[in-house]
């Protein structure tokens, strides 16, 4: 019988664009249950980035303010044991700033 242990990986994002595509991936690619996966601010201000990306960074009138920059996008994932390497890889390749386990 396996470990069925769980441990949460938690990453920083610069956009919330990033953090976007880095939960697709978790639960296409990883199996990872979207019910396991929680997207935060990583600071105590409500944002949606560090910078602009997206439908913010596209908008006619130049940046959007009704979605504070106010700094970076935390991503977690409570994943098995087995699964921490695959998770951490995908994370960096989404462009995370940093990756954590805990």
Do not use: K, W, Y
């Not at 396996?2 to 994002?13: H, K, M």
């Not at 006619?60 to 920059?69: C, M, V």
């Not at 890889?89 to 805990?102: H, P, Q």
């Amino acid at each position: 019988m396996g470990d069925d242990s769980t441990t949460t990986i938690r990453a920083t994002f610069e956009t919330r664009e990033a953090a976007d595509i880095a939960v697709e991936h978790l639960v296409q690619q990883h199996g990872v249950s979207r019910p396991d996966i929680f997207i935060q601010s990583a600071g105590d201000r409500n944002t949606a980035g560090a910078v602009a990306s997206g439908g913010d960074a596209s908008h006619e009138e130049g940046a959007r303010r009704d979605a504070p920059l106010g700094g970076e996008i935390e991503v977690s994932a409570d994943v098995t044991l087995s699964q921490v390497g695959a998770v951490r890889r995908c994370l960096g390749e989404a462009g995370a700033l940093r990756v954590s386990s805990r």
